[in-house]
């Protein structure tokens, strides 16, 4: 297994091009930090990834070398951020879960793998950023939860391609889940039926991120700027797939330079409107296991 190495901001410019933008609006220790547990979470997703092999009794090493070994790197990190363990441990159950699930048969299966791949790290972001107030982990989740979607979004081909389904099954009955990975002979019928769910996630990302905006008072002004431009970036690649209108792209949208530009000088003019427009949280899901520590 490659050797996990802390390479803060150098592995978000590589492969995390869209908060690496953001993050030059965030104080140098944020950023640093950032990088650093980008680089952890890039480390494990990218063991879960490898081969198609079934990678969990590695990924159940990782816990337990995180539990007993004091000098561990991500021990280490997480103590350093005042990070609790275990919700770096559900980040980890959910990787290892996704190693024996190629489907997701209901938005509340969606939701839980969300939570535990990418609300994890909203919570542990929210602890790097300085967000001090135990009301702010609810919109944390919620706003990991709704990148994870935009991610779930832009890549469905490709995660087909890998045998992995994310869109709910109950949200495209009657349609056979390898069509996902086709290029062509594709049924106008079946196009539409993908298509009508992909913009159904879409929708659902955009309460979750509303959700994560209402949160936005509970984080120091330092750095709120900062997850709010960032936030916005991920939004904008689901709005992009959105305008493309009901059709199934089989490629992964990305978002150029000037579309974040614009972007980021839309949010910079909004973010001063933020204490009027007052986002509201709405309940979309059921409390979790570790959403208060």
Not at 88 to 97: C, H, N, S
Not at 177 to 204: P, Y
Request: glycine share 4%.
């Amino acid at each position: 297994m490659k050797e996990l190495k802390l390479n803060s901001i150098q592995d978000l410019k590589k492969e995390g091009k869209s908060f690496y933008w953001a993050s030059f609006f965030l104080p140098r220790k944020c950023r640093i930090n950032a990088g650093k547990l980008y680089s952890i979470c890039r480390h494990f997703d990218n063991i879960a990834d490898k081969d198609k092999e079934d990678r969990s009794q590695v990924l159940k090493n990782s816990i337990e070398k995180i539990k007993s070994d004091n000098k561990d790197v991500v021990r280490t990190f997480l103590l350093e951020n005042k990070i609790n363990n275990s919700i770096f441990f559900d980040l980890i159950e959910g990787l290892i879960e996704d190693q024996k699930r190629s489907i997701i048969v209901n938005k509340n299966e969606l939701i839980k793998y969300c939570y535990q791949v990418a609300g994890t790290v909203g919570l542990m972001m929210s602890k790097i950023i300085g967000v001090q107030n135990k009301k702010a982990a609810t919109s944390a989740i919620d706003m990991g939860i709704a990148m994870q979607l935009t991610n779930i979004v832009r890549d469905v081909f490709e995660d087909a391609q890998m045998n992995r389904i994310y869109i709910p099954l109950e949200w495209i009955p009657n349609i056979d889940t390898s069509v996902l990975n086709r290029k062509d002979n594709i049924k106008l019928e079946e196009d539409r039926i993908i298509s009508d769910a992909i913009h159904r996630l879409i929708e659902l990302s955009e309460n979750f991120y509303k959700n994560g905006f209402s949160g936005l008072k509970y984080i120091p002004p330092r750095t709120r700027l900062g997850i709010f431009i960032a936030a916005n970036i991920y939004r904008g690649i689901g709005i992009k797939i959105k305008n493309n209108g009901k059709k199934y792209l089989r490629k992964r949208i990305y978002l150029n330079s000037f579309e974040k530009l614009i972007i980021t000088i839309r949010s910079i003019i909004l973010f001063i409107f933020i204490p009027i427009i007052n986002f509201k949280y709405t309940k979309l899901r059921d409390q979790l296991p570790n959403e208060n520590l």
